[in-house]
């Protein structure tokens, strides 16, 4: 067959230390059509001289910014000024992929399926050089090789096997740069502009899902603060967004509407219910605020979170860490019981 470019686009500040073996990683592919390319947001930890020694590498480009443009605007350059594949793939600076044959895997499957975007499993590293950290996570679903856009209208959002159906852009997909600019990818430029191309692609035609661990996603704890609490929030109006589209495609109004609620349950269970009560502590006053502060954006979402069970194990985490590990202990120990 003949093997279309693809372009790897790595948007980069100040990672230095984990931004080396993200580009290895894009490099290591075995595909034989393959551009990579970093865009370095005005990083002060030596990056540029780092990246001199790709240079040899007629694959590898570098680009860096006068200033910090933002996240989103950073994105925005390498998919519209830089990129020039047919595919696309956005890997995170401190991710990395792990399949040498991902790329080949993934376009294979989108040329033989006429696909124009392919999921593949994860592995999450936790707390990475912390005194602490948890093992890897692999999530990896169970679904079949061609998943109906049908499907995920009815099943986005919903918990399986303890991971919510949520699909990840960033480091698991390959993807049409075409319907990227088509559906306006990266606009706005705001918190989880990612997730937002990743909906608009699921819901406009059918997807490819590898049921292997293609990549893996570094997890870094951080302390909270109100700006990034804010910013979180404004990310919900993604789903307002991802439901208009879903509407100009011709989608059951009624289908979408479950579909956006249960995306900004998903969203502010995974996003926001954390930071949220790391700010302002777990009580009933907590809960208050974030019903008043949900109601901008759904008034008749709150109830469904609140019983969930993923925001009552972060309520009780905040609340009481030791009566949330001593419960944690029992419920895995019933799960393994009835398991046996």
């Known amino acids: 067959m003949k093997w279309p470019k693809v372009t790897i686009m790595i948007p980069t500040f100040n990672r230095l230390a984990f931004l080396r073996e993200a580009v290895q990683s894009a490099l290591g592919q075995d595909y034989p059509n393959l551009e990579v390319i970093v865009s370095d947001n005005a990083s002060e930890d030596g990056t540029g001289e780092a990246m001199?020694?790709?240079?040899?590498?007629?694959?590898?480009?570098?680009?860096r910014n006068g200033s910090n443009i933002g996240l989103g605007a950073n994105w925005q350059k390498l998919l519209y000024e830089y990129a020039t594949g047919k595919y696309g793939k956005l890997l995170n600076d401190d991710d990395f992929l792990t399949d040498r044959s991902h790329v080949t895997k993934c376009v294979e499957l989108l040329e033989s399926k006429n696909l124009d975007i392919v999921f593949s499993g994860s592995k999450i590293?936790?707390?990475?050089?912390?005194?602490?950290?948890?093992?890897?996570?692999?999530?990896?679903?169970?679904l079949p090789l061609v998943v109906k856009r049908q499907w995920w209208l009815e099943n986005f959002g919903k918990v399986l096997k303890k991971h919510t159906l949520f699909p990840n852009l960033v480091g698991s997909a390959v993807f049409s740069l075409e319907k990227a600019k088509l559906f306006r990818a990266f606009y706005p430029p705001c918190y989880g502009l990612d997730y937002e191309l990743?909906?608009?692609?699921?819901?406009?035609?059918?997807?490819?899902y590898f049921k292997e661990s293609h990549w893996a996603e570094r997890y870094h704890p951080?302390?909270?603060?109100?700006?990034?609490?804010?910013?979180?929030?404004?990310g919900l109006y993604l789903f307002n967004?991802?439901?208009?589209?879903?509407?100009?495609l011709g989608l059951e109004r009624n289908k979408l509407l479950s579909f956006r609620r249960r995306g900004i349950q998903a969203f502010f269970n995974n996003f926001i219910a954390q930071k949220f009560f790391q700010l302002q502590g777990a009580s009933i006053r907590t809960l208050l605020n974030m019903m008043k502060r949900m109601a901008s954006v759904d008034s008749r979402i709150f109830g469904n979170i609140l019983f969930s069970r993923i925001f009552f194990s972060r309520f009780l985490r905040c609340r009481?860490?030791?009566?949330?590990?001593?419960?944690?202990?029992?419920?895995?120990?019933?799960?393994?019981n009835r398991a046996a």
């Not at 001199?52 to 680009?63: A, I, V």
């Not at 951080?222 to 404004?234: G, H, I, Q, Y």
């Open 125 to 142: 590293i936790w707390n990475e050089g912390l005194p602490d950290p948890k093992s890897p996570t692999e999530i990896i679903f169970d």
């Open 241 to 248: 967004r991802v439901y208009d589209f879903g509407l100009s």
């Open 198 to 208: 990743a909906l608009k692609f699921i819901l406009a035609a059918d997807s490819g």
């Open 320 to 336: 009481n860490k030791t009566l949330y590990y001593s419960l944690r202990s029992i419920f895995r120990k019933f799960s393994h």
């Open 222 to 234: 951080s302390d909270a603060n109100t700006s990034e609490l804010d910013r979180s929030f404004e």
């Open 52 to 63: 001199k020694h790709y240079e040899s590498d007629d694959r590898f480009s570098y680009h």
